[in-house]
Nanobody, 117 residues
């Protein structure tokens, strides 16, 4: 059974930091690209950051310079370090595991991030 379990969300003041974690089980973690998406109320889910199975990263423009995605294959975990948080970063953050061939997607249940004073 595949599970992606996010943690680390919460309430933080503008300018603060949070580190999200996503622990994977039931998959060969090292062959999957991992992503963080987010979905704010009334908006579509959007890609925040991704990291390939070999460590190549990509970021949404809104995340560049503030967020860092990294993975620890020994712990089957992907992280999202979020600094200089803004109220517009408020959303539910979802972890995604993607295998390219054959293509298969898995999703976590999400963790709430609220940036507010």
């Amino acid at each position: 059974q595949v599970q992606l379990v996010e943690s680390g969300g919460g309430l933080v003041q503008p300018g603060g930091s949070l580190r999200l974690s996503c622990a994977a089980s039931g998959i060969i973690f090292s062959v999957y690209a991992m992503h963080w998406y987010r979905q704010a109320p009334g908006k579509q889910r959007e890609l925040v950051a991704g990291i390939s199975n070999v460590g190549t990263t990509n970021y949404a423009d809104s995340a560049k310079g503030r967020f860092t995605i990294f993975r620890d294959n020994a712990k089957n975990t992907v992280y999202l370090q979020m600094n200089s948080l803004k109220p517009e970063d408020t959303a539910v953050y979802f972890c995604n595991a993607l295998r390219a061939y054959p293509q298969i997607n898995y999703w976590g249940q999400g963790t709430q991030v609220t940036v507010s004073s």
